[in-house]
């Protein structure tokens, strides 16, 4: 596929995690909201290559950056990325490179899984740390308080995305894309 097909759909994908952000829960013991998000992300890291579902994810971080209402409850701007949830953005670019190098390896629905898992690592890693650093937390308080509740729901939204990138793939792959 020639780059600028891919980059294309790495700007829808952009566009998907953008609109998926907008399902927004916020939660009144932490400064990070249940969102659409990492369904999106777990979408994107099991249909595009490490680099183009990176670089999805950049243009969504970059377009949000700009000021452009992109992130959770039509936020955009500079804080965002600075702020409590910034650090599990930047997670979201590390998940979706590294599950989709796994991905490139094979798309079966154990390899899928085994993807959206290490995305999912990926981001709490780089998220948690960073969110302890700038509110002021301990590591434990950003694990209780920035992980420890999503675990659940992000497993649902795992298998639900893994279960929809199979069924898109062999989609595409009936289509020869």
């Known amino acids: 596929m020639l780059p600028i097909k891919k980059l294309v759909l790495s700007s829808l994908f952009a566009a998907l995690i953008a609109l998926l952000a907008q399902i927004s829960i916020p939660l009144p013991f932490s400064p990070v909201p249940i969102t659409g998000q990492a369904f ?5 890291g099991s249909l ?6 990176a670089i999805s994810v950049l243009i969504y971080i970059l377009l949000g950056a700009t000021g452009l209402p992109v992130f959770h409850q039509f936020q955009g701007g500079l804080h965002i990325l600075v702020g409590p949830t910034g650090g599990f953005l930047w997670g979201f670019v590390l998940g979706c490179y590294l ?39 301990n590591f ?4 209780l308080l ?16 893994a279960t929809l990138s199979q069924a898109v793939r062999k989609r595409l792959a009936k289509a020869g894309l």
Do not use: H, R
Not at 48 to 53: A, D, I, Q, R, T
Not at 140 to 143: E, K, P, T
Not at 146 to 161: R, S, T
């Open 48 to 53: 595009l290559e490490g680099k183009w579902s």
């Open 99 to 137: 599950q989709g190098k796994i991905m490139e390896k094979g798309n079966s629905f154990g390899i899928t899984i085994l993807g959206m898992f290490t995305c999912m690592g990926a981001y709490f890693a780089l998220g948690a740390p960073y969110m302890a650093f700038v509110s002021g937390l």
């Open 40 to 44: 999106g992300i777990f979408l994107v």
């Open 146 to 161: 920035g992980v420890v509740p999503f675990i659940p729901l992000d497993i649902v939204k795992l298998i639900a995305a």
């Open 140 to 143: 434990y308080q950003a694990i």
